[in-house]
């Protein structure tokens, strides 16, 4: 159950990244290193592209154009 801050569409896309992030620790379902895992993916593709955008700026479109440029990406934590 949700039980951090209230998000609209004047919330970017950052600010969700890490509300979600410290919804998940206080959770504590998951694995430490799974959330890690989420936050490193997250702060490496996600926020550096998409982070100040507010909610009400998102679009399908958008979104289906953002993710067709991730195709091919790599995620090796040793890439730069």
Same mark, same amino acid.
């Given at each position: 159950?949700?039980?951090?801050?209230? +998000?609209?569409?004047?919330?970017?896309? &950052?600010?969700?990244? !890490?509300?979600? #992030?410290?919804?998940?620790?206080? @959770?504590?379902?998951?694995?430490?290193?799974? +959330?890690? @895992?989420?936050?490193?993916? =997250?702060?490496?593709?996600?926020?550096?592209? #998409?982070? *100040? #955008?507010? =909610?009400?700026?998102?679009? &399908? *479109?958008?979104? &289906?154009?953002?993710? *067709? *440029? =991730?195709?091919?990406?790599?995620? !090796?934590?040793?890439?730069?």
């Amino acid at each position: 159950m949700w039980t951090g801050p209230n +998000i609209t569409n004047e919330t970017s896309v &950052a600010e969700l990244v !890490d509300c979600w #992030l410290t919804q998940l620790r206080a @959770e504590s379902r998951l694995e430490a290193t799974t +959330i890690n @895992e989420y936050e490193r993916v =997250l702060h490496k593709l996600v926020v550096p592209e #998409l982070g *100040d #955008l507010r =909610l009400g700026e998102l679009t &399908a *479109d958008g979104m &289906a154009a953002y993710l *067709d *440029d =991730l195709r091919g990406l790599s995620l !090796d934590p040793r890439a730069p």
